[in-house]
């Protein structure tokens, strides 16, 4: 079902995160974007419980865009996810579908496809995404050389290519993708780096300059360099599948190292959603209305809404598909400093 979007609403927290601090106010919402934060206001149309908080709406760099995908993201406070398609036609198709939460989807580029990425992009991917044959000896991911090439084309689009490493020696892979992103000019995203070693790497591309960022898998299983790396800004986010027993487990993790709920949320909201250049995960003026609601002693949400509109709550389940495909180059307007989103246009990060 896709929920008629209200024209104006209001939700109140005695704890909202707003900024980097939770405080109580009034969240109003205009055409599914918050037109003003407020003080409390008890009269509001929806107060949330004492015990709960209201936060933003989670960013997935690494989501699964099906509708059961998507169905299982909002049950874990997710609002927008990344993923990753074959081609702009499947793109297409599964854009057509219903989903309950934002999907922003970018095109895999293997050695077959590296003389189609202009047409890729050109096609509206909002990205695009590799396999890096570290060690060599894998035909269906890039070598060196692809990579530099995939780089150049997406510096000439201003566009990012999010790079997951085959091979043995992680280190060598990050430094890889690090080099040839600084000579390129591009953005890279490392996925999932699960080695000190590429945390190290990482660490020192960025104290290089190297235009690259990257995530860590979700779950408990997080080590402490990793979560060292989250904290000093080494890596950007966690990401992958963030349903709601994996973001109960991650987050539990998180208390058990000494992470207070404030320090948390950004590690999956504002700052994945800073990787994919979209002005999600944050509560504030002009924002879309994406929001969850979430009881931090459970590690459980309570209620996830896009737009103002809930898609999900704990008693009922998914109660609505109101999830857009996020394309560049859609009708709806370029991504130039614009993210193309359904029938509007969404300002980047600092535009």
């Known amino acids: 079902m896709t929920p008629d979007l ?84 499947a793109q297409r198709e599964a854009a057509s579908g219903e989903t309950s939460v934002d999907v922003a989807r970018r095109v895999a580029v293997s050695p077959a496809t590296l003389g189609d990425i202009a047409a890729l992009l050109d096609a509206g991917a909002i990205g695009l995404s590799c396999e890096l044959a ?103 986010a966690i990401a992958g599948g963030l349903d709601a027993s994996i973001l109960a487990t991650t987050w539990a993790a998180a208390q058990s190292r ?15 959603a800073v990787a994919l250049r979209l002005a999600r995960g944050e509560i504030e003026r002009g924002a879309p209305a994406h929001l969850a609601v979430f009881a931090p002693d459970e590690g459980s949400v309570v209620a996830s809404y896009l737009r103002g509109a809930r898609v999900f709550s704990l008693a009922e389940g998914v109660t609505a598909h109101a999830g857009r495909e996020i394309l560049a180059g859609d009708d709806e307007g370029e991504l130039d400093g614009v993210v193309a989103l359904g029938t509007g246009t969404l300002p980047a990060p600092g535009a």
Do not use: M, N
Not at 55 to 78: C, N, S
Not at 258 to 272: D, I, K, S, Y
């Open 6 to 89: 209200p024209s104006s609403t209001s939700i109140a927290a005695r704890r909202t995160l707003v900024g980097e601090s939770f405080r109580p106010a009034t969240v109003r919402i205009t055409d599914g974007r918050i037109s003003g934060i407020g003080r409390f206001d008890a009269q509001a149309d929806t107060v949330v419980d004492e015990a709960h908080v209201l936060i933003p709406g989670l960013v997935d760099l690494a989501g699964a865009g099906t509708a059961e995908g998507t169905a299982r993201a909002a049950a874990g406070g997710v609002t927008t996810i990344a993923t990753t398609s074959e081609s702009p036609a």
């Open 134 to 236: 570290v060690d060599g000896g894998d035909a269906d991911a890039l070598d060196a050389a692809g990579l530099e090439r995939a780089l150049t084309e997406v510096a000439a689009h201003d566009s990012a290519l999010a790079v997951t490493l085959r091979g043995q020696d992680e280190a060598a892979g990050v430094s890889l993708v690090a080099e040839a992103a600084r000579r390129a000019g591009a953005r890279a995203h490392v996925v999932a780096v699960a080695t000190p070693e590429g945390i190290d790497a990482v660490r020192r591309a960025k104290l290089g300059g190297a235009p690259v960022t990257a995530d860590v898998a979700a779950g408990d299983q997080l080590s402490d360099p990793a979560w060292d790396g989250l904290l000093d800004g080494a890596i950007d």
């Open 258 to 272: 000494g992470l207070e709920l404030e320090q948390f949320l950004p590690l999956v909201a504002a700052r994945p």
